[in-house]
C-alpha cells in the first residue's frame, strides 16, 4: 500500500522537530562556551594579584607553605591556560561557521 499524504506529512513533521530541537542545543551550546569563556577572562583579572602575591612570597623562600602554594598556582595556571585557549578556540571556530 503507497503511502498517504497524512503518513508523509507526519514524517515530515517529525523530522521538522528534531532539526528544530537540535538547532537549540546548538545554540545553548554555543552560548555555553561563550559563558565559559567571559568566565574564564574573569578569573584571570579577578586572581591575578593573589597568583603574584604568591609568586612574589615563594621567591628566594625556603616555605615549604610558599613553595607548595606557588607550585599550586604555576599548575592551575597552566590548565587555566589551555581552558582559556580552548575557549577561545572553540567560540571562533563557532563563530567561523
Known amino acids: 500500500m503507497a503511502m498517504t499524504f497524512s503518513t508523509m506529512k507526519t514524517g515530515l513533521d517529525a523530522i ?6 537540535n538547532s537549540q542545543k546548538l545554540e545553548r551550546a554555543a552560548q555555553l562556551i561563550d559563558q565559559a569563556e567571559a568566565d574564564l577572562g574573569l578569573l ?17 623562600s625556603d616555605d615549604p607553605a610558599l613553595l607548595t602554594a606557588k607550585a599550586e598556582a604555576d599548575l592551575l595556571t597552566a590548565e587555566f591556560n589551555a ?14 561557521l
Do not use: P
Open 44 to 60: 584571570a583579572t579577578q586572581y591575578a594579584a593573589t597568583v603574584a602575591a604568591i609568586r612574589a612570597a615563594a621567591d628566594g
Open 83 to 96: 581552558l582559556k585557549a580552548t575557549a577561545t578556540a572553540q567560540k571562533n571556530a563557532l563563530a567561523a
Open 16 to 21: 521538522s522537530g528534531r532539526i528544530q530541537s
